[in-house]
């Protein structure tokens, strides 16, 4: 699954990747779309980047570019192309109906705008914005209803971000919110159920053979993990009742690893559905194995290398 290219919608994205999260910067590179990642890097932050839609984002600006430079040096200190993965509270991410849709991207555009206008609380004219058009309800019918994913975020975040990198000699040649980036790494044929989550948020996503179903995102209490346990049980009633068939299993990315989150979800009973992570130490080469956190805190990281 392909979402937002690069900013020129060429056909892949940049084979560099970081992530710039609450917790520090995570970047990567792989040769190929199908390649483990060759090269890792992680450098913590401790309350640099407030996650949301509030400026400033960095509240210590010169301490993320330090990390930022040595993480991407770590990489490649010439690489100048990469995609850039922030942090889902910092974007809105929203699936849409039409009925119809024009055959020029640059038409569909002005239409998207105008349907986020009473959706995401920022201006929709002034703000970045993607979109994707995903497979058409009844793709046997001719200009039968689509729907379209469609990413929103603030022009004055996206500038923070993006000048971050420029000034560390860097191209942001994609942005992806990291949820979004994270389906990438997701099996392409089957239904699958993906949480992820944040510092303050959670997001669940539901594809089916590749196909974007459910796209899902709810703040939550660092105080009260059952929130977080809520909008599990919500996806998961959501897929057996759309899907019709039953859950078999979760794919986990995020912060909170397979097993912390199977404990807020016992809060009320027992929970039955394997929880697994959706990248292991499979997708790094032997060189590349992150030692200081988890390899699936590099999930939306693999993913943004798979697009």
Known sequence: MRFFPTSLQSAMRPRRACEIAPDGIFAARATGTESPLDATAYVPLHGSLSAGLELPVFQDRAAVSSALKSALDSIDPNGRDWTLILPDACTRVVLLDFDTLPAKPQE???????????IVPFDTETAAVSFQVLKAANSTVKDGPVQVIAAAMPSEIREEFESLMRENECEPGALLPTTLAAIAAMPDTGSQLLVHTGQRSITTAITRNGDLVLYR?????????????QAVLVAAAYYEDILHTQLEEVWVAGFETPEVLKTHLEIDGEWRIPLRSLVTSEAFSASAVPSQVAASRYTSVVGALRG
């Open 217 to 229: 995102r709810m703040e939550h209490s660092e105080a009260d993990p059952g929130e977080m346990a």
């Open 108 to 118: 569909i555009l002005p239409l998207v705008r105008f349907r986020l206008r009473r």
